[in-house]
């Protein structure tokens, strides 16, 4: 049993080490994102009721069946439904049947409503789509803003390296009266400098963190670990907005969700216009009934009685007999009633209004003004993709060209610096020159680090908007 708890604790630290250590890729935040986020599930269960609706339209053209059965008991005084005689007694009826009716004909209303309800499905999946797509985008986003933040954090603890370098080689000289007390304090001020970036850098890749777990719907350990996207160097960049946007606009989700809400729209229009034809119903039904009252009568004998009629035969009178006959009363059983008191019907309906305060002409222009509001709305995504796809197209060029400038300035100022760093040891340069060449280089690579993200994230989004990944 010792052995087994130790086991079993060894484990357990190893899962939860495990778990502090996660690794995170940014497809992996992605899938997460798309599973946990509200956004998305939110836009997935309005697809599925859109789907419902569809549903629901194309079960319209269906005949409508309904069936019916009606059980009572009656006392007192009534009429017998078989004698059409008034009886006095307590009586069990039941009344018992099926009806159809199919709508033949309605000005189109069903099928253009169908119509409609097909291109709102189609809709609602491409706003699931665009939802997807805007979430892959916002994670890509906060993802690259917490590497950035993460390349900065060790540059910056390079930074703090580099300087308590020089406060630990000026502390000796200092303690042989070999160096200027105020160089080593100037440089003793550059580290605060330099933790108060750190600081602030950390504070950064933090406030990153947390973005990128609320999009996804999670809370990172401290301990979790993100995968580097592995910043290419620049190539030539060929990124021609209005061919890009070409391109875009043929897949583009939130771009064809308008395009189908706008035929939606349009058949919408057309059912509300068929509510102004009549409407021609082929109506059935299927009907019996029971009455416990119900009953049959049989002879039971037959005899000859005299009457008050007579007949003279020579002077003679003779009395008329006539047959007289005696009846039993049998009730009838409920499956024959069934059976002998079926009754059918079919018929065709025409129904027309001819006036109902103007609901049907209001209805109809206000799906005129429907169509009209979708056709705007198409409109106004298209053109403010296009300005997205264009903005990016445009910053992804300038992003590559800033890029590559950087890279120079880096180049010059790791050159400028190892020259300052040399001179400031051998005292041929002031504090102030050695920290004015220490800061530009810093300041410069991250620069360049800030712009190679932002080059990446551009790239990226522009991948997800084409519907690469």
């Not at 708890?5 to 899962?15: A, D, E, I, R, T």
């Not at 008034?86 to 009344?95: A, L, R």
């Not at 005696?326 to 059976?339: A, G, P, R, V």
Request: hydrophobic share 35%; with cysteine.
């Amino acid at each position: 049993m010792k052995y087994l708890f130790v086991f079993l604790g060894v484990m357990c630290v190893s899962f939860i080490h495990a778990q502090d250590t996660e690794a995170y890729t940014l497809q992996k935040c992605i899938d997460i994102a798309l599973k946990n986020n509200l956004a998305v599930i939110t836009a997935e269960l309005q697809s599925k009721s859109s789907s419902v609706q569809l549903q629901q339209s194309a079960a319209a053209a269906l005949p409508s069946v309904s069936a019916y059965a009606n059980q009572g008991i009656s006392t007192g005084k009534s009429i017998n439904p078989y004698t059409n005689t008034f009886i006095n007694q307590e009586v069990t009826t039941g009344q018992y049947g099926v009806n159809g009716s199919l709508t033949l004909f309605s000005g189109l209303y069903n099928y253009n409503t169908f119509r409609q309800s097909m291109y709102n499905n189609h809709a609602g999946r491409m706003d699931l789509e665009q939802a997807k797509l805007d979430i892959s985008i916002q994670v890509t986003l906060a993802y690259m803003q917490v590497l950035t933040n993460q390349e900065l954090l060790n540059q910056a603890l390079s930074q703090m390296e580099v300087t308590q370098a020089q406060i630990d080689r000026l502390s000796v000289l200092d303690k042989n009266n070999a160096v200027s007390p105020s160089v080593l304090y100037d440089t003793k001020g550059q580290l605060a400098n330099d933790k108060i970036y750190l600081i602030n850098i950390k504070a950064s890749l933090l406030t990153a963190k947390l973005n990128l777990g609320q999009l996804m719907n999670v809370t990172f350990s401290p301990a979790a670990t993100f995968e580097g996207m592995g910043v290419k160097e620049i190539a030539e960049v060929k990124a021609e907005p209005q061919q890009t946007f070409s391109e875009v606009s043929k897949t583009l989700p939130a771009i064809r969700s308008a395009e189908y809400r706008r035929q939606g729209a349009k058949k919408g229009w057309h059912a509300a216009g068929g509510l102004l034809f009549p409407t021609v119903n082929l109506n059935a039904s299927l009907g019996t009934n029971y009455s416990s009252a119900a009953s049959s009568q049989k002879v039971a004998n037959v005899y000859d009685a005299a009457t008050d009629a007579y007949i003279t035969v020579g002077a003679t009178p003779y009395l008329v007999f006539q047959p007289q006959y005696e009846y039993t009363s049998e009730k009838i059983s409920f499956t024959d009633q069934l059976k002998n008191n079926l009754n059918t019907y079919v018929g065709v309906g025409v129904q027309l209004t001819l006036f109902n305060g103007l609901r049907t002409r209001t209805q109809v222009a206000n799906s005129k003004i429907n169509y009209e509001l979708a056709r705007s709305q198409q409109k106004n995504t298209e053109t403010r993709y296009k300005a997205v796809i264009e903005q990016l197209c445009n910053d992804l060029l300038s992003s590559a060209e800033r890029t590559k400038v950087l890279q120079e300035q880096v180049n010059d100022y790791t050159e400028s610096f190892r020259i300052a760093t040399a001179k400031f040891e051998k005292g041929a340069i002031t504090t102030y020159d050695y920290i004015t060449a220490k800061t530009n280089f810093e300041k410069s690579k991250a620069n360049l680090i800030t712009s190679q993200y932002e080059y990446a994230l551009r790239s990226k989004v522009l991948a997800l908007y084409k519907g690469e990944k």
